[in-house]
Nanobody, 131 residues
Framework: VQLQASGGGLVQAGGSLRLSCAVS?????????????MGWFRQAPGKEREFVAA?????????RYADAVKGRFTISRDNARNTVYLQMNSLNPEDTAVYYC???????????????????WGQGTLVTVSS
């Protein structure tokens, strides 16, 4: 499975961006992409990678958000397009970071919010919010 994140860019404070994470391939065990729980993380310069949002496998019935983005960001998945999205509204300069999408095969509808819980990562897309 490969993850390709896109949609980053430069935006003014108060603006919006939508990040996309395209998922391709299938593991050697034949696991469906729909069986993967997905997450978004971010890493600002000089800081550790931190959790942003996560969504459960398949229908994505369960989601979780970091307190810093709750009410402003929305994670969703379109299994037909093999894509996970992160809609980011009311952006502020503190949201500036490289954003990474991540995946882990899940047998339940659990959401995963820790870095160590994922074993597949995309390359990251840079989001810069100017004041």
């Amino acid at each position: 499975v490969q993850l390709q994140a896109s949609g980053g860019g430069l935006v003014q404070a108060g603006g919006s961006l939508r990040l996309s994470c395209a998922v391709s391939g299938r593991t050697i065990t034949g696991r469906s992409i729909n069986g993967y729980a997905m997450g978004w993380f971010r890493q600002a310069p000089g800081k550790e990678r931190e959790f942003v949002a996560a969504i459960s496998r398949s229908g994505g019935l369960s989601t979780r958000y970091a307190d810093a983005v709750k009410g402003r960001f929305t994670i969703s998945r379109d299994n037909a397009r093999n894509t996970v999205y992160l809609q980011m509204n009311s952006l502020n300069p503190e949201d500036t970071a490289v954003y990474y999408c991540a995946a882990v095969y899940a047998r339940t509808q659990s959401v995963v919010s820790n870095v160590g819980g994922y074993d597949l990562w995309g390359q990251g897309t840079l989001v810069t919010v100017s004041s």
